[in-house]
Nanobody
Framework: QVQLVESGGGLVQAGGSLRLSCAAS????????MGWFRQAPGKEREVVAA????????SYGHPVKGRFTISRDNAKNTVYLQMNSLKPEDTAVYYC?????????????????????WGQGTQVTVSS
């Protein structure tokens, strides 16, 4: 089992930026794919971004393309989400997740059911 702890959420004005971090426990973090998801009140949890084990393959959800950047530092067991040009519709709880069955591969998966470990979430609120 891996433990994931998100940080970096908060309140920001539209057009601003935030950087989320997700620290993972365990020795095998560098082997598997990671993702960020978000869930707004009354809506389904949706994928924001996913990254494979070495950062060579990345995918983004359509609403955030061109504004958000996912990255990882395997030496620090940490995955990041840089969020720029934030909009009120980006307001949600953001979750970090691990796809531990997807190890050392060149692809990423985007379905919520593919990710088997989740953090507790961090709130991001964008004011207009």
């Amino acid at each position: 089992q891996v433990q994931l702890v998100e940080s970096g959420g908060g309140l920001v004005q539209a057009g601003g930026s935030l950087r989320l971090s997700c620290a993972a426990s365990g020795r095998t973090f560098s082997a598997y794919a990671m993702g960020w998801f978000r869930q707004a009140p009354g809506k389904e949890r949706e994928v924001v971004a996913a990254i494979n084990w070495n950062g060579g393959t990345i995918s983004y959800g359509h609403p955030v393309k061109g504004r958000f950047t996912i990255s990882r530092d395997n030496a620090k067991n940490t995955v990041y989400l840089q969020m720029n040009s934030l909009k009120p519709e980006d307001t949600a709880v953001y979750y970090c997740a691990a796809d531990r069955k997807n190890m050392y591969s060149e692809y990423v998966r985007n379905a919520r059911s593919d990710f088997d470990s989740w953090g507790q979430g961090t709130q991001v609120t964008v004011s207009s």
